[in-house]
């Protein structure tokens, strides 16, 4: 039986595509001029990602790219979102190499010939190593130093790529990476990751100035939101737990982003960690830059119990990484207890409904919300392969539909979403993790490197090209 989002009518110049981001799936780890990334050199560190695993070879893409690239076409996608690698295009972070560049020009040019949109982000978590040594996002000087880098890449791009992402999911590489440690660089030093918030949020805000200079037309950030939800909204306990992570989660980052402010909460909260005194004069201005879009990635929400003595830990939570970090914000007592939802390999919960709230409420708690981009959405499965070689991954497949439907509820409630893309076209290194959690719509045979479309892919592929049958049915519509 047909899911019923293929039978949904989508607003004209709707964007289908699908993520990656260089770490997880380039390898050449040290070729072509690259040398190590943050997360290089976190591989090494005894039992920072399971089983020992690293991003040397990741699945190849390196060599494959045009193998790949034929891929994203046979599916249909409008646009391919990938990043840049900086430890690739500045290695060292000494000067741009041209061996680096040329590696995403010729993406560019293969994506262009197959008449995909390339649709790039700048900072993906892959620090170089160097930049790390000297203080990584904790010094506000990499701020600067990620501007030089921004304009390395749109020298070399800004005449073929018009869709340009700042950063991915910076509550990742600050308050993971710098806080619970889980993440690269693996620090646990709760001032140090308030700073890298603070600081990437400025090379944010300086780089959108910087490339807008430049003649960049569509510029945007990717954030990865949840939904806070008290567990027991009744109760006042509870109910402070969930602001607290929604301001750590969510606020810290939209609001000076969007607003031009932090929220005053959070500003409380966080004056121990030193978050006022890291504000100069001026920063806000930067760091609130008109933007085009805002990317939006959203796998699953948390329910918020302020009752952790009672809770017995997390082991229900899928957000292990958070309560990790819980110590240094002052959120010792933070729990995520199950709401006993269908959960996925990573443990996240499944709620499809939740994504349809999240792109409701920006719409509503944001006034003059630049447009949204799903730039991510997905789920990891443990997947097998079939006798004949196919992957029949049903849940995935019903996750992907069932997340694309809840966006299609969001827009007949007035989110102005533009756009979809599934994470990830490939199954790759899933940092932390290391190859273990699948996500690919594509399968990868870590053996052979050999790619499979999995039936999910089938089955978005089976969507875009509805979706596109549907608009062409609109009278006006720019396709028909
Ligand atoms: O693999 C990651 C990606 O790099 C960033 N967003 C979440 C994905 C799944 O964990």
Redesign the pocket.
């Known amino acids: 039986m047909p899911h019923s989002t293929y039978s949904r009518q989508w607003p004209d110049g709707f964007i289908w595509g699908s ?1 990656t ?1 260089a770490a ?1 799936i380039e390898g050449a780890g040290h070729e072509g001029g690259k040398e190590d990334s943050v997360w290089d050199h976190f591989a090494r560190i005894p039992g920072a990602i399971a089983k020992g695993e690293n991003l040397e070879q990741a699945v190849d893409h390196y060599h494959r790219m045009p193998e790949d690239v034929r891929l994203m076409k046979e599916l249909g996608l409008d646009s391919y979102r990938f990043s840049t690698s900086w430890a690739r295009v500045r290695p060292g972070d000494r000067a741009a190499n041209p061996e680096g560049l040329d590696f995403y020009s010729r993406l560019v040019d293969e994506l262009l010939e197959a008449g995909i949109l390339p649709w790039l982000t700048l900072y ?2 892959d620090l170089p190593q160097a930049l790390e040594e000297k203080g990584g996002w904790a010094n506000r000087d990499t701020a600067y130093r990620f501007v030089e880098y921004a304009n390395d890449v749109y020298d070399v791009l800004g005449d073929r790529v018009q869709h340009w992402t700042t950063f ?2 910076p509550f ?1 590489s600050s308050l993971l990476g710098y806080g619970s440690g889980v993440h690269a660089p693996g620090r646990q030093e709760p001032r140090a990751a308030i700073a890298a918030v603070h600081h990437q949020h400025l090379a944010h805000g300086l780089a959108v100035n910087a490339l807008r200079e430049r003649g960049a037309q569509n510029l945007g950030i990717t954030l ?1 939101l949840s939904n806070s939800i008290p567990r027991d909204p009744a109760d006042p306990v509870d109910l402070d737990a969930a602001r607290r992570f929604d301001s750590l989660q969510n606020r810290i980052f939209l609001d000076p982003i969007l607003l031009g402010s932090y929220p005053q909460d959070t500003l409380v909260d966080l004056a121990p960690f030193g978050l006022p005194e890291l504000i100069l004069p001026g920063d806000l201005e930067v760091i609130s830059a008109p933007l085009e879009f805002l990317g939006v ?1 959203h ?1 699953h929400d948390d329910l918020i119990s302020g009752h952790a003595d009672h809770e017995g830990g997390d082991g229900h939570s899928g957000g292990a990484e958070r309560v990790a970090a819980s110590p240094w914000i002052g959120s010792e007592d933070i729990a995520f207890p199950s709401r006993g939802l269908p959960r996925t390999a ?1 443990d996240w919960e499944v709620n499809p409904d939740g994504l349809r709230k999240l792109l409701v409420r920006l719409g509503e708690e944001y006034p003059g919300l630049p447009p949204l981009y799903i730039t ?1 959405n ?1 789920a ?1 499965y443990d997947d097998t392969v079939e006798p004949d070689g196919s992957v029949q991954d049903t849940e995935r497949t019903g996750f992907i539909l069932d997340h694309i439907a809840a966006v299609g509820e969001a827009l007949d409630q007035g989110a102005d979403v533009r756009g979809y893309f599934v ?2 076209l490939l199954d ?1 290194f ?2 932390s ?1 290391g190859y273990g ?1 699948r ?1 690919g719509i594509v399968r990868v045979d870590y053996g052979t490197f050999e790619r499979t479309v999995k039936a999910s892919g089938h089955a978005y592929a089976r969507l875009i090209a509805a979706a596109k049958q549907h608009a062409r049915a609109l009278p006006g519509s720019r396709s028909a």
């Open positions: 993520a981001a997880q993906h978590w991915n999911e990742c990865n990635n796998y990573m991510e997905g990891a994470w990830s790759n899933e940092w993790w959690k996500f």
